[in-house]
């Protein structure tokens, strides 16, 4: 019977602009359009006009409609310290409409049969809405950790029992954020300052906290909610997100899925029209010549650096990190984009004298092919920001890291994976260049810690590549929700 109702598939896809969430989105893409269903990417314009100019921007996804609309955002805002925010309330308020526009002129065009689901990353829950009025059901790919989306969903909570906005500023460093928080279902005991950056806000309107709280809540409304994570991950906190979201799709780590997809369609000699798999979309030109300067290296011997896509570190901060890594004595690559330093500075603003101190031992390049990069024999340890992404993408390498977190999801990111998943260890809040040093020292040592961290980042990676391969947890989910979107009438 139910097969009876299954149908064409017609995915139109529109994550949140910036590339912690267009990767996992595209990812998503990829998969859903090696198993038949059709795909609509949406960009927004100013984006798409990017990644046409960059050599990896759309490499390889010939299989995928792109399309575009407006962000509504002018020069000045592109520009302005604020931009993210401006372009989350530009999108609020002017996006809906052209996407549904959009969504109803793509009916029954080229033997592509009409939109039948929308797909939207975390933070553009209108277009929630959007899915309504065009008349199909949406799901959501969150694109954290499922402990990063509980913590996001007791933001509220947190709120209302008044551990948060903080009092003032005195409550930053005098021990409050260590205050213990033991009652979120599915988590063990965590410090509240792991929750999120957000419960670091001292702001009174709390705005930031209160559109992640609403941003995550917002995920009831719609038909199911996509992880980029596996069960063995995270089963506690997985099974208590399910009493509240009964449809969790978990299909992570989406660069393993998309390998593991890749090569069973090559087995099977059945062709992927869309590419090659590894890697993601590049809003920056990636550097080739770092893959080069790795090759010369000895294995295991390089200490990958990455911040990611939007993290701003001050030129103190800077400062102490490449002093940091200078006095380490280690071989690193440093990826250092345009405008990871304040006063949208980037490579330019390192030391001169810092750049003659580590000649030699040192790569920096604005943009790398990250998962390549990880996965390369010469890489043995990782200094991140603890995005989701990259953590995902290091656990599938089976690289440990040493974590410095910022910024929303990336503290409890780090704290499962110091301290559940054994596969790293913390620096301090306050950067400073004796333990920048003393940190990377350990992890890319050889002693007790680090043979630890090595020993259980060699076992996650095992366990995400059987998630992913045929008759795995994430490889199952994906084909769950592959039906789904076949069954979902609108
Ligand atoms: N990334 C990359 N090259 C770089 C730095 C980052 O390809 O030089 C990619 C990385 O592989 C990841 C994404 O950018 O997929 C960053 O996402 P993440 O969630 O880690 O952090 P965010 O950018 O959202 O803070």
Redesign the pocket.
């Known amino acids: 019977m139910e097969r009876a109702r299954r149908r064409a598939a017609h995915a139109m896809l529109f994550p949140f602009p910036?590339?912690?969430h267009i990767?996992p989105t595209l990812k998503l893409g990829e998969l859903l359009h090696a198993r038949g269903v059709h795909v609509t990417f949406v960009n927004t314009e100013h984006n798409h006009e990017r990644l046409l100019r960059t050599a990896g921007g759309l490499r390889g996804r010939a299989g995928f409609r792109f399309e575009t609309v407006p962000d509504g955002l002018s020069e000045e805002d592109r520009r302005a310290p604020d931009r993210t925010v401006r372009l989350y309330l530009s999108l609020r308020r002017s996006c809906g409409p052209p996407l549904v526009a959009l969504a109803r002129g793509l009916g029954d065009r080229d033997g592509v049969p009409p939109v039948t689901c929308v797909v939207l990353s975390g933070l553009v829950s209108f277009a929630l809405d959007a899915a309504k009025e065009i008349g199909v059901p949406a799901f959501v790919l969150w694109?954290t950790s499922a402990c990063g989306f509980v913590g996001t969903l007791r933001l509220r909570e947190l709120r209302q029992r008044g551990y948060t906005p903080l009092k003032d500023e005195s409550y930053l460093t005098n021990g409050y954020l260590d205050t213990p928080i033991d009652w979120i279902p599915g988590m063990p005991p965590v410090r509240l300052g792991d929750i999120s950056s957000f419960v670091r806000t001292l702001d009174p309107q709390c705005f930031a906290l209160r559109v992640e709280e609403e941003e995550a809540n917002s995920c009831a409304r719609a038909q199911g909610l996509i992880l980029n994570t596996f069960e063995d991950l995270e089963p506690d906190v997985l099974a208590a997100l399910r009493h509240e979201f009964p449809r969790v799709y978990t299909i992570g780590p989406l660069a393993a899925a998309i390998a593991s997809s890749s090569s069973s369609s090559s087995q099977q000699g059945t062709h992927s029209s869309h590419g090659n798999g590894a890697g993601?979309l590049?809003l920056w030109e990636e550097d080739a010549a770092c893959v080069a300067w790795l090759d010369a290296q000895p294995p295991g011997s390089v200490l990958y650096v990455?911040f990611?896509?939007?993290?701003v570190l001050s030129l103190d901060q800077l400062s102490e990190l490449a002093w940091g890594l200078a006095a380490s004595r280690v071989r690193f690559l440093w990826?250092v984009?345009p405008g990871l330093v304040a006063g949208d500075r980037g490579a330019e603003a390192l030391p001169a004298d810092f750049l003659a101190e580590v000649e030699g031992r040192c790569f920096v390049?604005e943009?790398?092919?990250?998962?390549a990069v990880l996965r390369h024999p010469a890489v043995g340890g990782f200094l991140t920001?603890s995005?989701?992404?990259?953590?995902t993408?290091s656990i599938w390498a089976g690289v440990p890291m040493a974590c410095w977190p910022g910024f929303a999801d990336q503290y409890i990111n780090c704290r499962y994976a110091c301290e559940e998943w054994g596969v790293a260890l913390r620096l301090d809040e306050r950067l400073s260049r004796e333990q920048v040093a003393a940190h990377v020292g350990t992890l890319m040592g050889d002693g007790d810690k680090a043979r630890d961290m090595r020993r259980c980042a060699a076992k996650w990676k095992k366990a995400a590549e059987a998630a992913t391969a045929p008759g795995g947890s994430s490889y199952e989910s994906l084909l769950q929700l592959v039906d789904e979107l076949r069954l979902a009438e609108p």
């Open positions: 910036c590339s912690g990767n694109g993601g590049s990455s990611g896509s939007l993290a990826a984009r390049a943009w790398c092919a990250q998962e920001h995005g989701w992404n990259s953590t993408e």
